[in-house]
């Protein structure tokens, strides 16, 4: 078994959290050398049963800072403590929130494992499938994709771009 890192918005780790959103798409390719290429991703490795570590925002809260001479770093999901092994995590960048693409896998407090993964065709996305992405219809599922995609060359809906669909369960705290 494997283990990879997987980032979500606030709003779709929310979802994921309630266990609405049981799968998520991911691009296949890669803006190079001028033109579209399909990359190697890591999801050409993964495979059912492996594991994903699940990435979120944080942000330093330095509403202490004048009392107590200390920040702490927080998740900006609910604000909870980000801590490691019991102590609070020293914040080593210059930015007051981190995207979630770069919280260390140390933070990580949410679990899943891959039930499922094969690659398709964007719009080739069902009914069912924008329910378990965790969106009532298509439509607006692919809304919500163009506007999280809007910057990247190639990889809004209407590029038709190649993707991976991942399902997965997220994990039971103990």
Not at 141 to 146: G, R, V
């Given at each position: 078994?494997?283990?990879y890192p997987i980032s979500f918005t606030v709003e779709m780790?929310?979802?994921v959290i309630e266990r609405r959103k049981t799968q998520t798409r991911r691009v296949a390719y890669r803006w190079q050398a001028g033109r579209l290429r399909r990359a190697a991703t890591m999801w050409e490795c993964a495979s059912a049963g492996d594991r994903l570590w699940i990435r979120e925002p944080i942000y330093l809260?330095?509403?202490?800072l004048y009392n107590t001479g200390r920040a702490e770093t927080r998740y900006l999901l609910d604000a909870g403590h980000a801590?490691?092994?019991?102590?609070?995590?020293?914040?080593?960048?210059?930015r007051a929130t981190l995207p979630a693409m770069f919280m260390p896998r140390e933070l990580a407090r949410h679990f899943a494992t891959i039930r499922e993964i094969y690659f398709t065709r964007l719009l080739d996305i069902t009914e069912a499938g924008a329910g378990s992405e965790?969106?009532?219809s298509v439509e607006e599922?692919?809304?919500?994709?163009?506007k999280?995609?809007?910057?990247?060359?190639?990889c809004c809906s209407g590029a038709e771009p190649d993707?991976?669909?991942?399902?997965?369960?997220?994990e039971r705290k103990a």
């Open positions: 078994m494997k283990e780790l929310r979802l809260d330095d509403r202490l801590c490691r092994r019991g102590r609070p995590f020293q914040w080593h960048w210059r965790g969106f009532a599922f692919l809304a919500y994709w163009d999280l995609n809007r910057h990247r060359v190639g993707v991976w669909v991942i399902s997965f369960e997220l």
